[in-house]
């Protein structure tokens, strides 16, 4: 059984997503919320279960669509780290799935 990690951007993401719904329909975004954390939290039994991403060929990164969410991770040994969350409709910018740089002192 894999651990389940959200990186705080991703949070951030889901939460930005859920505030804009919420603002013509709470409960709707409420909803939303607990859809895309259930189908997140299947990785843990079923790391492999979701897709490759189309825009990255054969990378490490996959996702899973709960619809209107992408929900882009990977699957490092006993983790699967969840580090993006987008709506469906957008393009996807890859930069947004590469490990943050670190400044040089």
């Excluded at 709470?26 to 990785?43: G, T």
């Excluded at 991770?73 to 409709?89: A, K, S």
């Excluded at 890859?94 to 943050?100: N, Q, Y």
């Amino acid at each position: 059984m894999a651990e389940v990690v959200w990186s705080e951007p991703a949070l951030a993401d889901l939460e930005a997503i859920a505030d804009y719904i919420a603002l013509e329909n709470p409960a709707a975004a409420a909803e939303l919320v607990q859809r895309v954390l259930a189908h997140v939290e299947q990785l843990a039994e079923h790391p492999q279960s979701g897709v490759r991403v189309p825009e990255l060929g054969r990378s490490r990164y996959r996702q899973l669509v709960q619809p209107p969410c992408r929900v882009f991770y990977r699957h490092d040994g006993p983790c699967v780290f969840i580090v993006h969350v987008m709506r469906t409709e957008r393009l996807l910018r890859k930069a947004r799935l590469a490990p943050a740089r670190r400044s040089k002192p």
